[in-house]
């Protein structure tokens, strides 16, 4: 409860400070389905190619992989050759014992996060974007991608803070 209070307390002062700023652009897209998923997660990779990024941000819950099992290794692969590092927050609801696909390596880092905070979904940024990826169980999959610089700040804010109280694997 703590932490859930420490991290809104975080990001609500900048969420408010973004809304009463009425000259950033704030571009959305969003997609349905399995494909949609595919098609963010390859414009992803093909977009910190073209920025040179070499950072990727997200908080996942491994339930994910069940909708994607086969494209996700063929994914890392790429991004490995790309040399994007990913700083990545496992929910703990999921299961204790991570997935070998969600293992620390020399490309990426992984922390558990606390098991008061949950998350049904997944949330990724790179560069000026986020992705957000929706796959309850009783609705449609569905991903949207925001492209703004201030809510990518807002968002790398709110993981830093969620990293700075998870564990390491």
Do not use: C
Not at 69 to 77: A, M, Q, S, T
Request: proline share 4%; glycine share 2%.
């Amino acid at each position: 409860q703590e932490a859930k209070i420490e991290l809104i307390s975080t990001v609500m002062p900048q969420l408010l400070a973004l809304s009463k700023q009425s000259t950033a652009q704030v571009v959305t897209r969003q997609y349905e389905g399995i494909d949609g998923f595919r098609v963010v997660y390859e414009d992803m990779l093909d977009i910190m190619e073209r920025a040179h990024e070499t950072r990727l941000y997200a908080v996942s819950n491994p339930n994910m992989l069940t909708y994607v099992p086969r494209f996700f290794p063929k994914w890392l692969e790429r991004r490995m050759q790309l040399g994007i590092y990913t700083h990545l927050i496992a929910t703990s609801q999921s299961s204790e014992e991570l997935p070998q696909i969600y293992a620390s390596n020399e490309l990426r880092e992984t922390r558990l996060a606390p098991k008061s905070i949950t998350f049904n979904s997944t949330v990724d940024i790179y560069g000026d974007n986020v992705a957000l990826f929706s796959f309850e169980s009783d609705e449609p999959a569905t991903t949207i991608v925001i492209e703004s610089k201030a809510v990518a700040a807002i968002f790398r804010q709110f993981f830093e803070t969620l990293w700075s109280v998870s564990r390491k694997t």
